[in-house]
């Protein structure tokens, strides 16, 4: 992977998205804005969006429904096709690449959505193997699978078949899957959000403690209050505009009532 020049920071300007210098960029937005729909319909979702993620950095982003979340975790997981800024992934600019170099730059890339989406048909170890074979590493596939299986704490149920697996570990599968192939980039659609309380914690801790080993970035979208304390940084999503990025403590102290009490009397 090439490594990208990182913008220079002004004194005093320094933000969590701020790069310290030499940090490597896994993810580069400039001036993204993104259309749905043609000719009455076309509809704008994405505007001028900037951002950056460095090497290691677990980002959450956060924002009402509707606000672009999903668009913009598609966008950077080269699932759809950008056409205006620069969108740059893992050195690899994706704004005006065909379909086929796509699919080429996703491969570094592991996705965990909501929806567990595994196959109801194959077993927890046949459903992370699929993911090997897409690397093309036949013979290793099994003993793969089931070493990260075992990291997730499912080694006792690989020749499970989802049916017979809790949310929970579905979802733990759904990780392992998107992590077998060590990817550099993690992006994760409310991967907690049909998981109990405890199970969500567990998933995150997980993810969190895997992306440390492997040195991955992570971007997960989240509504999901309780697991914001795994963040380096948290960015919110308002309407196609990014409104804000601030470490988790500044996160909790602007949105808590007790700062806006504070807020009040100060004024
Ligand atoms: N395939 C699509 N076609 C047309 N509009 C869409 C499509 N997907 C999403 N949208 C619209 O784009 C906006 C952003 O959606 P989305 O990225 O899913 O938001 P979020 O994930 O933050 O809830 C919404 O107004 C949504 O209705
Ligand atoms: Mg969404």
């Given amino acids: 992977m090439s490594a ?18 030499g940090a490597e960029i896994s993810v ?17 979702v994405l505007f001028n969006i900037n951002l950056e993620l460095h090497r290691g950095q677990i ?9 672009g979340k999903t668009t913009l975790l598609t966008l950077i ?17 994706l704004v005006g690449l065909g379909n086929r170099q796509l699919v080429e730059v996703r491969r570094n890339i592991g996705f965990i959505f909501q929806a567990h989406n595994l ?8 459903n992370v193997e699929m993911a090997v074979e897409l690397t093309g590493n036949l013979r290793q596939k099994r003993q793969r699978a089931t070493a990260i299986l075992e990291n997730v704490g499912l080694g006792d149920r690989v020749d499970y078949k989802p049916a017979a697996l809790s949310g929970g570990q579905k979802q733990r599968v759904a990780i392992a899957r ?48 309780r697991i914001l304390d795994v963040a380096d940084r948290i ?28 807020n009040m009397f100060v004024m």
């Fill in 4 to 21: 990208v020049p990182v913008q220079p920071v002004s004194p005093g300007a320094a933000s969590p998205g701020a790069a310290s210098p």
């Fill in 28 to 44: 580069q937005v400039q001036t993204l804005d993104y259309f749905f729909g043609q000719g009455d319909l076309r509809k704008q």
């Fill in 59 to 67: 980002v959450i982003m956060t924002g009402p429904s509707g606000s």
């Fill in 77 to 93: 997981g080269a699932l759809r096709s950008a056409t205006t800024g620069s969108l740059r992934v893992l050195g690899q600019e």
């Fill in 119 to 126: 196959f109801e048909s194959l077993t927890a170890a046949q």
């Fill in 178 to 225: 998107a992590l077998v192939n060590q990817p550099q980039l993690i992006l994760a659609d409310e991967p907690t959000a049909a998981l109990d309380k405890q199970s969500g914690r567990d998933v995150v801790t997980l993810m969190q403690q895997l992306a440390q080993e492997q040195g991955c970035t992570i971007l997960m979208v989240t509504h999901d209050n």
């Fill in 235 to 262: 960015i919110n999503l308002v309407d196609g505009r990014l409104e804000s990025d601030t470490n988790p403590q500044q996160f909790v102290e602007a949105h808590t009532v007790k700062s806006l009490d504070h």
